[in-house]
Nanobody
Framework: QVQLVESGGGSVQAGGSLRLSCAAS????????MGWFRQAPGKKREGVAA???????SYADSVKGRFTISTDNAKNTLYLQMNSLKPEDTAMYYC??????????????WGQGTQVTVSS
């Protein structure tokens, strides 16, 4: 059973930083795409960042230049470094495995989510 466990969420003021982590089991980064998605109250889930097995990355336009996705294959862990956070980044952030870039419908495995709240 693939399990994805997120951590690192919390509450910060605008302009602050957070690093999210996703510990994966029964799945490896080299197997394919892994990514981060988010969902704010009343909004649809959206792709934030994804990384393919070849190392290529993709980002939502809203986070380009501020967020960085990376992996530590030895630890089977996915990261999302979030800098210059804005209130509009407030959402539940989900780790995803076996994805297809930033397409929500392409995700086969989801983590339980970690809350990120950015205050003005």
């Amino acid at each position: 059973q693939v399990q994805l466990v997120e951590s690192g969420g919390g509450s910060v003021q605008a302009g602050g930083s957070l690093r999210l982590s996703c510990a994966a089991s029964e799945y490896t980064y080299s197997s394919g795409c892994m990514g981060w998605f988010r969902q704010a109250p009343g909004k649809k889930r959206e792709g934030v960042a994804a990384i393919e097995s070849d190392g290529s990355t993709s980002y939502a336009d809203s986070v380009k230049g501020r967020f960085t996705i990376s992996t530590d294959n030895a630890k089977n862990t996915l990261y999302l470094q979030m800098n210059s956070l804005k209130p509009e980044d407030t959402a539940m952030y989900y780790c995803a495995a076996d994805c297809e870039g930033l397409a929500v419908a392409g995700v086969n495995y989801w983590g339980q989510g970690t809350q990120v709240t950015v205050s003005s």
